[in-house]
């Protein structure tokens, strides 16, 4: 079973950085996909960002040209680098790992939150 921890969390000022990193453990071989979710309070659960295995990714519209995902293939480490953060950004962050051989497995960390003032 795969285990995931987030780490990097927390307060910032508007128009700051925070580095989000995800370690995934369990697994002795590189995962396919590779993403982070966030939920803000009374909001869904919305993907942020993804990253395959060779390299591809994909954004939410509301991040893309601030935020990027990138991942250590040889350490299953993702990250999640936080520019120019607005007050809409503020959620908790869940890193998420999606594995399809030889069993399907959708794991999710325990969160970590994001928090920008304004």
């Known amino acids: 079973q795969v285990q995931l921890v987030e780490s990097g969390g927390g307060l910032v000022q508007a128009g700051g950085s925070l580095r989000l990193s995800c370690a995934a453990s369990g697994t002795a071989f590189s995962i396919p996909t590779l993403g982070w979710y966030r939920q803000a309070p009374g909001k869904q659960r919305e993907l942020v960002a993804q990253?395959?295995?060779?390299?591809?990714?994909t954004y939410a519209g509301a991040v893309e040209g601030r935020f990027t995902i990138s991942r250590d293939n040889a350490k299953n480490l993702v990250f999640l680098q936080m520019d120019r953060l607005q007050p809409e950004d503020k959620a908790v962050y869940y890193c998420?790992?999606?594995?399809?051989?030889?069993?399907?497995?959708?794991?999710w960390g325990q969160g970590t939150q994001v928090t920008v003032s304004s």
């Open positions: 998420n790992a999606v594995i399809r051989s030889p069993m399907y497995q959708n794991a």
């Open positions: 990253i395959y295995s060779g390299g591809t990714t």
